[in-house]
Structures are given as structure tokens and as C-alpha cells.
């Protein structure tokens, strides 16, 4: 029985053709951004939030995502208390900034 040898351009194809299938169900693509939801500090500087959202949707635009953002004011610790309530519900927002 003759072996058969593989060549170095057959390994490398087929080495390829591997890494290729391998790597497909990791390919994202515009598609797959979908929606995102930000919570956000509301600031006291009159024309903060418009500064922030600016650059928001800048982002949104260039990477095809679609974000709502909430501006949660302080008062009352009402952003203490959406943090809490949403933490317990497990649900609301994707991602929450708040002041330190």
C-alpha cells in the first residue's frame, strides 16, 4: 500500500478552509447590533445632556446601534432608587453611569 502524501499547498488550504468554518458562528455583523439602552446621571449643567447625547448618537450612528438614553435625575435618590429597583427586577437598562 502506497502512502499518499499531502502536499504543503493542500495543508495550507485545507488549514484555511478550517479556520474559516470554524470562525463563522463568530462573525458579526450590522444586523446584529440591535438596541441598546443607557441610563444616564441627568446632569445640572444646562446643556450637559445635550453634550452626552451628541456623542451618543454619533456612536450610534457609526457603529448601526439603536440607543435610547434616559437621563435619571438625583433628587429624591431617584437614581439610587431605579438602580435598586432595576438590580431586583433584573431587567431595565444595559448600561447605567452615575457620579461617584
Known amino acids: 500500500m502506497a502512502k499518499k502524501r499531502i502536499t504543503r499547498r493542500q495543508f495550507v488550504a485545507g488549514a484555511m478552509a478550517s479556520t474559516a468554518v470554524?470562525?463563522?458562528?463568530?462573525?458579526?455583523?450590522?444586523?446584529?447590533?440591535?438596541?441598546?439602552?443607557?441610563?444616564?446621571?441627568?446632569?445640572?449643567?444646562?446643556g450637559a445632556n445635550d453634550a452626552s447625547k451628541k456623542v451618543?448618537?454619533?456612536?450610534?450612528?457609526?457603529?448601526?446601534?439603536?440607543?435610547?438614553?434616559?437621563?435619571?435625575?438625583?433628587?429624591?435618590?431617584?437614581?439610587?432608587?431605579?438602580?435598586a429597583a432595576e438590580a431586583q427586577a433584573k431587567a431595565g437598562h444595559d448600561i447605567m453611569a452615575m457620579p461617584t
Open 22 to 46: 470554524i470562525g463563522m458562528p463568530y462573525v458579526s455583523s450590522a444586523q446584529s447590533a440591535g438596541k441598546l439602552a443607557v441610563g444616564l446621571w441627568d446632569h445640572w449643567v444646562p
Open 56 to 83: 451618543i448618537d454619533a456612536w450610534a450612528a457609526k457603529n448601526k446601534v439603536e440607543v435610547t438614553v434616559d437621563y435619571i435625575p438625583s433628587q429624591g435618590n431617584k437614581n439610587l432608587l431605579t438602580i
